[in-house]
Nanobody, 118 residues
Framework: QVQLVESGGGLVQAGGSLRLSCAAS????????MAWYRQPPGKQRELVADITSGGSTNYVDSVKGRFTISRDNAKNTVYLQMNSLKPEDTAVYYCYAQHRILQRYNYWGQGTQVTVSS
């Protein structure tokens, strides 16, 4: 049974920081590309950042220089460090895993709410 469990969301003032964590189980973590998506209220879900099994990273332009994605394969955990938060970062943040070769094997977490007040 695959589980992706997010934590670390909450309410923060603009300019503040949060660190999201996603603990994975039931998958070969090191063989998966891991990603964070977000869905703002009334909008579509969008990719925020991803990190390959080899450690290469990719970010949406709106978070470059503010957010950092990282992974700890020993702990089966992926992180999203979010600094200089803005009200427009308010969203439900979802963890996503996709096998780097067998891409039909992909999974979502339940999401964690991030609210940035102005």
């Amino acid at each position: 049974q695959v589980q992706l469990v997010e934590s670390g969301g909450g309410l923060v003032q603009a300019g503040g920081s949060l660190r999201l964590s996603c603990a994975a189980s039931g998958i070969i973590f090191s063989a998966n590309t891991m990603a964070w998506y977000r869905q703002p209220p009334g909008k579509q879900r969008e990719l925020v950042a991803d990190i390959t099994s080899g450690g290469s990273t990719n970010y949406v332009d709106s978070v470059k220089g503010r957010f950092t994605i990282s992974r700890d394969n020993a702990k089966n955990t992926v992180y999203l460090q979010m600094n200089s938060l803005k009200p427009e970062d308010t969203a439900v943040y979802y963890c996503y895993a996709q096998h780097r070769i067998l891409q039909r094997y992909n999974y979502w977490g339940q999401g964690t709410q991030v609210t940035v007040s102005s």
